[in-house]
């Protein structure tokens, strides 16, 4: 009897805990594609693995190994030029997660919690400041627009117990995002160019009074170009998020700092096609309380331009 009373109560605080990790779809730290040419579209599909390991109190990395999440996210994004100055962007995402929670009780049945479904979606429309300039080599665009809750965020278990908000695919809120990006390159001094983007979202409440909080991200980058078969890049991603409200009150162990590396290798296969393969790391964590966090994370993208001249091309090839 003691075994199951102490079972009971370290496997409630995990709950607990669970519930308030930091997961979900990387909607914000998606949106990388710069803002279009007219008449040129850009797609991009994005595998992500995100493996939730590591247990943090505050700063400190605690011996805990009892706990884990994996997160996998389909991202489709799309984006068109409608003339020199203005394109927009749209991002729907498709997520599946899976939690376990073993027992402390040895020989006891670990808890096992799949979900799976679309996730949310963001709508961007672009503003280029400064469009692309081949002898200036810069650029500065723009953006705003809504985060639609498209997922679910209502999904129970087969008992009738209502998820936590963090494993639910959806928020069930609308959030507004506003975005920037830049990139300055140096040719012919040197090949490397610097690049990133800034990103904020606003967030709304559900109709079950929560509230995920505020996020902001900034990316700074640096790439390297071969005029090969691959270009290198490595990039620092700082995020902050505001702890998650229920009823506007603050929720515990929710929010915090998040400072990541991401070094990545893009494969240029054809003139219009690029394949993307990037990791990142955490260097730096300072969370709210105790969190179930990313350990590491895993990209493939595959990315497909189309410019005016290769739409002009198929047309007359039809005739």
Known sequence: ????????????GQLNAQACCSAGVPLLGSLELPAMPAGHWQFALTYEMNALRDVIDES??????LRQRTVHSMLLETSVGLSPRWSTSALISFIQQNRTIDSPVPFAAADVLNVGGIGDAVLLLKYNLLPLNIAQQRELSIGFGPKAPLGQHDVRTDQGILLPADMQPGSGAWDAVLWAYFYKGFLPKTRFSLFGNVSARFTGENDLDYKFGNEFITTISTGYRTDGLLDFSLAARYRFVNPDQRYREDIANTGGHWLMLMPSINLKLADAWTMRMAARVPVYRRLNGTQLTTSYRFSVSMNYVISPSQISFDLNRKE
């Open 1 to 12: 009897m003691i075994y199951v009373f102490i079972a009971l109560v370290v496997i409630s």
């Open 60 to 65: 400190k990395k605690l011996d805990d190994n």
